[in-house]
């Protein structure tokens, strides 16, 4: 019997590795649409530092899980799936191409393997790891974790508060490494098809996009986007105000470093970021990998899943 499962290509990468361009002009060639997978990018007002496609650059495309909440507003996998899983479904019933685009590891796997069964939150424990967080500072606990499960360590970024602390805390809870749970869960709820395509360019050429990259935003408005969310009332202490970009433009506008040295900074650490996302996509054995040049070479494995 044939597989009735609704098919999903999806297209990730690194950052700046021109995922977006790429999965617009084979949706426009197959007929398709996309599904944002980017974390960040389901944020309003977190355009310029999220490298949020524009409407010129979507093509008439329709663009899925885009500006979907405020950057006060709590945002997981858990609800990215509740909000993604039924679109798929939608786009699946249209006869439309089904592409979900972006380098949020966490999100594709979640996605198209399941939630992560772990116990619910302890607000002691909680409360305890959030005093050592605000009292010996992110690499203290981000070492901690480093020691008790490198694994973890080496996927979950150093100023990622949320995920940081939840894995302490459900390691204190179960005794057991957070990635060894991850690996007994396998992700092995399988409600879709996959093609799944990772953009992989030779470093060089992908830190140059990078160091590019960086300085565009600067001088597209990225210190003023985030000197507006600050008027707005975000608090720079926010989970989104914290990723990269926007928290070095913070520190630009507070005073504590000059211009080039913000553009450094945002260049060296994403970087850094990107180094972290191919660590993740090459341990998947179902992982494509192509150079984002051989488009050919890409449309033929896509058209030969569709």
């Known amino acids: ?3 009735q499962r609704p098919k999903l290509v999806v ?5 700046a590795s021109g995922k977006s361009s790429l999965a617009v002009d084979l949706a426009l060639e197959l007929g398709g649409e996309l599904i944002n997978a980017d974390s960040m990018q389901v944020y309003r007002g977190m355009d310029i530092g999220t490298a949020k496609p524009t409407l010129e650059e979507r093509k008439g495309i329709r663009h899925h899980l885009i500006d979907v909440v405020d ?3 709590e945002f997981n996998s858990s609800i990215y799936r ?3 899983a039924p679109l798929i479904e939608e786009i699946h019933k249209k006869n439309r ?3 979900l685009v972006g380098g949020t590891g966490l999100y594709i796997k979640t996605l198209l393997g399941g939630l992560l069964r772990c116990p619910p939150a302890d607000p002691e424990i909680r409360q305890r790891l959030s005093r050592e967080w605000e009292e010996l500072g992110p690499a203290s606990l981000h070492e901690k974790l480093d020691r008790l499960d490198p694994e973890s360590g080496l996927s979950i970024h150093p100023n990622d508060r949320t995920r940081v602390l939840r894995a302490l805390e459900i390691m204190t809870l179960t005794g057991k490494p957070f990635s060894s749970l991850v690996q007994e869960h396998d992700f092995r709820e399988k409600s879709f098809q996959s093609l799944k395509i990772c953009l992989d360019l ?15 935003m600067i001088e597209s408005g990225l210190i003023e986007e985030t000197r507006t969310l600050l008027q707005r009332g975000y608090s720079p202490e926010l989970r989104p105000m914290k990723a990269l970009g926007y928290r070095h433009a913070v520190e630009f506008l507070k005073g504590d470093r000059g211009l080039d040295e913000t553009i450094k900074g945002i260049q060296r650490d994403t970087r850094r970021y990107s180094k972290r996302q191919m660590t993740w996509f090459r341990a998947d054995p179902e992982m494509i990998r192509a150079d984002p040049g051989d488009r050919d070479f890409i449309k033929r494995k896509v058209k030969e899943f569709i």
């Open 97 to 99: 191409v089904c592409f």
């Open 1 to 3: 019997m044939a597989d």
């Open 71 to 73: 950057p006060d507003e």
């Open 82 to 84: 509740s909000l993604a």
């Open 202 to 216: 030779e470093r060089g050429r992908l830190y140059q996009r990078i160091n590019e990259r960086s300085i565009s």
């Open 11 to 15: 297209i990730t990468g690194p950052t």
